[in-house]
């Protein structure tokens, strides 16, 4: 996405997507995601962009979710720093 070709970036997320289909690969599953809403909101499709965003963050709340709270793993998961950034951007988590 970085040199701009929006083509081979649509033809690339289709991949992932296809192979997204296949499997179940949550820690891919967010960033492709989070990748899709980059490139939607870069072409102007904020409706798409944020339904990504959206999709994103019910992955990673599925994620943190799958912790107890309390749990020493939680809270390193959601705040990690690209994850922080995607929740506080998606609305947030609630214990």
């Known amino acids: 996405m970085a040199g701009g070709d929006d083509q081979f970036a649509d033809e690339s997320l289709s991949n992932a997507f296809a192979l997204l289909n296949n499997a179940r ?11 899709a809403a980059n490139l939607a909101g870069r072409k102007g499709e904020q409706v798409a962009a944020e339904e990504y965003l959206k999709t994103a963050y019910n992955i990673i709340a599925c994620l943190g979710d799958s912790y107890q709270a309390g749990h020493p793993l939680r809270e390193p998961l959601l705040r990690a720093r690209p994850l922080s950034r ?7 988590v609630s214990d």
Do not use: D
């Open 25 to 35: 690969a949550p820690i891919a599953a967010w960033r492709v995601y989070v990748t």
């Open 86 to 92: 995607l929740l506080r951007i998606s609305g947030g």
